[in-house]
C-alpha cells in the first residue's frame, strides 16, 4: 500500500507518487520537485535520491525511478 501525506496545497491526503494532486489538481503537491531539480542540475543525483528517500520514506528503487524522471 503506498504511503499517504498532505498535499501542500489543499491538505487532502496524496500518495507519495502523485504528481498532480487528485483534489485539487495541483502540481507537485509535496514540493519535491522543487527540492530535487536543483540537486539534479548540479550533478547530484545520489544526494537527490538520498533527499527523496528521506522525505518520502518510499524505497531506493522508487525514488532512483523518480529522480530518473526528472532527468
Do not use: N
Amino acid at each position: 500500500m503506498d504511503k499517504l501525506t498532505a498535499c501542500r496545497f489543499c491538505q487532502k491526503e496524496v500518495g507519495y507518487e502523485l504528481r498532480t494532486c487528485r483534489h485539487c489538481g495541483e502540481k507537485d503537491p509535496l514540493g519535491l520537485e522543487e527540492e530535487i531539480r536543483p540537486l539534479i542540475a548540479k550533478g547530484q543525483r545520489i544526494e537527490a535520491v538520498r533527499r527523496v528517500v528521506e522525505l518520502t520514506k518510499v524505497g531506493l528503487k522508487r525514488s532512483k525511478d523518480y529522480v530518473d524522471s526528472l532527468s
